[in-house]
């Protein structure tokens, strides 16, 4: 049985900082991408991280470059978002997704969200 499961969200201040955790398992964590997206009310789920497979290449939205960053441990099945400077605008739910080429098209994992609120 596949699952992701985010933890770490919250109530912070602004410009403080927050560290989500995903934890996986019932898939080979090791052989998928990973990104964390975020879903703010009354607007789309955009991407704000994605991280390769064994962890060698990053990237970030434009909005949370310098700010946030991505990481996993493949040994601990577990992917983090560490978000430092939190503006309002970062309030959102955040999602992690687990991503792979299958045979017959891409293979999407997503976990159940995670609240990030900032505000003071």
């Known amino acids: 049985q596949v699952q992701l499961v985010e933890s770490g969200g919250g109530l912070v201040q602004p410009g403080g900082s927050l560290r989500l955790s995903c934890a996986a398992s019932?898939?080979?964590?090791?052989?998928?991408?990973m990104n964390w997206y975020r879903q703010a009310p009354g607007k789309e789920r955009e991407l704000v991280a994605h991280i390769t497979s064994a962890g060698g290449s990053t990237d970030y939205s434009d909005s949370v470059k310098g700010r946030f960053t991505i990481s996993r441990d493949n040994a601990k099945n577990t992917m983090y978002l560490q978000m430092n400077s939190l503006k309002p605008e970062d309030t959102a739910v955040y999602y992690c997704?687990?991503?792979?080429?299958?045979?017959?098209?891409?293979?999407?994992?997503w976990g159940q969200g995670t609240q990030v609120t900032v505000s003071s």
């Open positions: 019932g898939f080979t964590f090791s052989n998928y991408a």
């Open positions: 997704n687990a991503r792979a080429k299958g045979a017959w098209g891409p293979v999407d994992y």
